[in-house]
């Protein structure tokens, strides 16, 4: 069998990891601070990283928990402020370990659709108007986690005036908005909105490297609190020295750097699957990314994703399965992740998918 090509994982490329960088922030980390970063911290996480986030978002740093990596922070959050069968907003497609979580901790899930502009705000809405008002909606505007797709900035505004009129929790999760390879940044939710119920969560997983294991949540106060003691019983506290290496890192002044070297090889991997998309049969949709790491296909009419799901891995081929993003359904669509592997690899790996694809059509 040829090599096998991933485009199942939404990891950074080899070449994104800047081991030397990390190892620089490490070394200044323990020179400046060993003996706080290598003892039993609070579960809030290390402070001067916490200091210098909520200086990055404008908030006070008791806002800031910073988590070992954003999942489990998104966890927390669940458990701090819904029981099971509260009703959840997701986009359809979304995330598919947070869906996941959603169904594990016994949430009612209330599917919005997305488009190339990002979630239907109208379908919200008119879910609210009948009644179905979500105790909380979680959204990825940016280059979103399966769909590629950016929330436009007149949907931002409305989707605000719904959670002021209706008083549902958001939690905007953002990894990817740093990561943008053409058109302007859009204002974020949680930096347009200055109510209590917009909560923000990133990670620096995809910006830096996804082993050191930092993410955070911003989110009043006492939500923060509660969070903290969750991740207290839970682990006591997080991976200081991972923590202490980042706030080095950004205090320092490396990440724009560092942001536009993986924002340009993600760019040059867009454009290889791009080029890639002439492989695949007529009537195949899928608009490209402005930024991030994904590609969502629709394969046309008779096929499925999932039956062709062993043929693809026989031809050496992973992806996401479009129906294990949704509630139900989705079987015609995939979403292929670019960031983890070579241009080179891409184009062959499209060939080779391509022809899966067109010979299961004739
Ligand atoms: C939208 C989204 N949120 C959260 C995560 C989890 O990131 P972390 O590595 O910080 O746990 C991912 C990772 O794929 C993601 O795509």
Not at 88 to 117: K, S
Not at 187 to 202: E, I, P, Y
Not at 333 to 361: C, D, H, K, N, W
């Amino acid at each position: 069998m040829s090599t096998a090509i991933s485009f199942a994982r939404g990891a950074p490329c080899p070449e994104a990891l800047s081991g030397d960088l990390i190892a620089s922030c490490t070394a200044a980390a323990l020179d400046a601070d060993a003996t706080r970063v290598l003892s039993y911290g609070t579960g809030q996480g290390y402070p001067p990283l916490r200091e210098v986030l909520a200086h990055d978002h404008g908030v006070s740093p008791d806002q800031v928990f910073v988590t070992n990596g954003s999942l489990q922070g998104y966890v927390f959050m669940l458990e701090a402020l819904l029981s099971p069968g509260d009703l959840v907003a997701v986009e359809a497609p979304t995330y598919d370990r947070a869906l996941l979580q959603l169904r594990l901790h016994g949430m009612e899930v209330l599917p919005i659709p997305v488009h190339a502009d990002g979630l239907d705000v109208d379908a919200l809405a008119a879910a609210c108007a009948a009644g179905r008002v979500p105790k909380l909606l979680y959204t990825i505007p940016n280059f979103q986690n399966p769909s590629g797709a950016t929330l436009s900035a007149a949907k931002r505004t409305t989707l605000l005036e719904l959670v002021d009129r209706y008083g549902f929790w958001l939690l905007e999760d953002d990894p990817y908005g740093k990561l943008r390879f053409e058109g302007e940044p859009i204002t974020g939710l949680f930096a347009a909105h200055d109510g209590g119920k917009v909560m923000f969560t990133s990670s620096f997983s995809k910006t830096v490297a996804p082993g050191l294991r930092v993410g955070y949540i911003v989110a009043p106060k006492d939500v923060s609190a509660t969070l903290a003691a969750a991740a207290s019983r839970t682990y006591i506290s997080p991976s200081l020295l991972a923590e202490a290496a980042i706030a080095q890192l950004v205090s320092g002044g490396h990440l724009p750097r560092n942001i536009d070297h993986v924002t340009a090889l993600m760019r040059e991997r867009r454009d290889a699957m791009a080029g890639g998309l002439v492989h695949m049969p007529e009537g195949t949709v899928c608009t490209p990314p402005q930024g991030g790491f994904f590609m969502w296909l629709e394969l046309p009419e008779g096929l499925s994703a999932d039956a062709l799901f062993a043929t693809a891995g026989a031809a050496g081929i992973a992806y996401v399965k479009g129906s294990d993003c949704v509630l139900a359904g989705g079987e015609q669509t995939l979403r292929l992740a670019y960031s983890g592997v070579s241009p080179a690899e891409i184009a062959e790996g499209m060939e080779r998918l391509g022809t899966v694809f067109r010979t299961a059509q004739q």
